[in-house]
């Protein structure tokens, strides 16, 4: 065999174990992360973990704190918050980004398209839209987390309105509602606000962090209520029975919004798909009848 075979070949064997060893050595250094106290992870983030963690060991310390500040208010709005550290979003935007590129790059393998050009433009392109990815995300969990909030809110303000009524204090009263009401997103904050309450901090501070980790409008306005009527000292069952009117209505006229638009929003489908299938069998039907009558 020639010598310079011989050394290339040594040279390429000698690389990838330097660059395995290497990779073997930055896991090694990597701490599992606590999750004692956090949510379980759904099977997707389960699956990418371990590279989730690495890339956050490796850029966590070099983020600015106004970057994870504006990580953490994102994750807080969508529920997530005990789900991913903001260090932990900006691992999973690397990861999703590699994870794109790779598979952006395996399948134009697959369909034999080569050339440096296309190849760079598949890694701007998928890199972007790997880290976007988990925007995208937590947008729809925030969506969908808003519209449970939005149907449960009127109920627990009767149930509230009820206890306070019957001669409980308000923290009393969204104990009651907490374990006595439906389950979902907005009995987790309010489970949460009786949390910090307990644990000694003002009942309006309290409620104002509600307020700003939900980030909506019924929440603020609800909250903005109750902190203004325990300051001037008015009737607090009179307010939640106001603010339980206030939200049903506008949960009504939500329903009734996205009842007129739905006409709407169904004629797109119905022009491209319904549609021609309708006119393709009459069009069938006339033909054959037009071939019986001899005019065709």
């Known amino acids: 065999m020639n010598p310079m075979t011989i050394m290339l070949v040594l040279s390429i064997v000698g690389s990838i174990t330097l660059l395995v060893w290497s990779i073997y050595g930055l896991v090694s250094e990597v701490p599992a992360a606590d999750r004692h106290y956090q949510d379980p992870l759904p099977f997707g983030l ?53 994870c794109v590129v790779g598979f952006c790059w395996l399948l134009l393998s697959m369909l034999d398209k080569h050339g440096v050009a296309l190849y760079l433009y598949a890694l701007l392109l998928s890199a972007v839209l790997g880290w976007l990815y988990p925007s995208l995300w937590l947008s ?28 409980l204090n308000l923290t009393g009263g969204i104990e009651q509602a907490t374990e006595k009401g439906p389950g979902g997103p907005l009995a987790q904050e309010f489970a949460r606000l009786l949390r910090d309450v307990r644990s000694g901090l003002p009942r309006a501070e309290a409620l104002r962090r509600m307020a700003e980790r939900m ?76 071939l019986q009558e001899g005019v065709l």
């Open 140 to 167: 729809e969990r925030r969506k969908r987390r808003q519209q449970l909030v939005i149907k449960d809110l009127p109920v627990f303000l009767d149930f509230i309105t009820m206890a306070v009524e019957a001669g």
């Open 215 to 290: 980030d909506m409008s019924q929440i603020s306005s609800f909250t903005g209520a109750l902190i203004q009527a325990d300051r001037v000292g008015a009737s607090l069952g009179g307010t939640l029975r106001a603010q339980a009117m206030q939200r049903r209505e506008e949960r009504f006229l939500r329903a009734e919004k996205l009842a007129l638009e739905a006409p709407v929003k169904m004629m797109l489908p119905l022009v491209m798909f319904f549609f021609p299938q309708v006119f393709l069998m009459l069009g069938y039907f006339i033909y054959l009848r037009m």
């Open 46 to 98: 389960r699956l990418l973990w371990p590279l989730i963690n690495m890339a956050t060991h490796v850029l966590g310390p070099r983020l600015a704190p106004d970057r994870l500040e504006k990580a953490h208010r994102q994750l807080q709005s969508a529920g997530q918050d005990f789900v991913l550290s903001p260090e932990h979003l900006y691992g999973l935007r690397v990861v999703a980004s590699a």
